[in-house]
Nanobody
Framework: QVQLVESGGGLVQAGGSLRLSCAAS????????MGWFRQPPGKEREFVAA?????????RYADSVKGRFTISRDNAKNTVYLRMNSLKPEDTAVYYC?????????????????WGQGTQVTVSS
């Protein structure tokens, strides 16, 4: 079992930055692929970024965030991060952290086994 708690959301102006954190409990964190998803208002949940067990060398990003967002993890702290730079109003969404009992860095929400409660990010123009 893995329990996930997100933090770090808030209101920011366009062009600004935020860092989301996701604290995980459970002994299987270091062997879980971790992902960030988001659900914009009135839209379906979408993939944002994912990171493999070993971190930096195994990451994947949605095209819409490449070059602006960075996912990272600290297995010693059981925490995964999403650094978001150059934020745009279209990045406004509830952001969810998720964990997958998988070796491959997967991007479909149905492939993730555990989810956090979400944190709101609002980007004003």
């Amino acid at each position: 079992q893995v329990q996930l708690v997100e933090s770090g959301g808030g209101l920011v102006q366009a062009g600004g930055s935020l860092r989301l954190s996701c604290a995980a409990s459970g002994r299987s964190f270091s062997r879980s692929v971790m992902g960030w998803f988001r659900q914009p208002p009135g839209k379906e949940r979408e993939f944002v970024a994912a990171i493999g067990w070993s971190g930096g060398s195994t990451t994947r990003y949605a095209d819409s965030v490449k070059g602006r967002f960075t996912i990272s993890r600290d297995n010693a702290k059981n925490t995964v991060y999403l650094r978001m730079n150059s934020l745009k109003p279209e990045d406004t969404a509830v952001y969810y952290c998720a964990a997958a009992r998988n070796f491959a860095v997967v991007t479909m929400d149905g492939q993730y086994d555990y989810w956090g409660q979400g944190t709101q990010v609002t980007v004003s123009s």
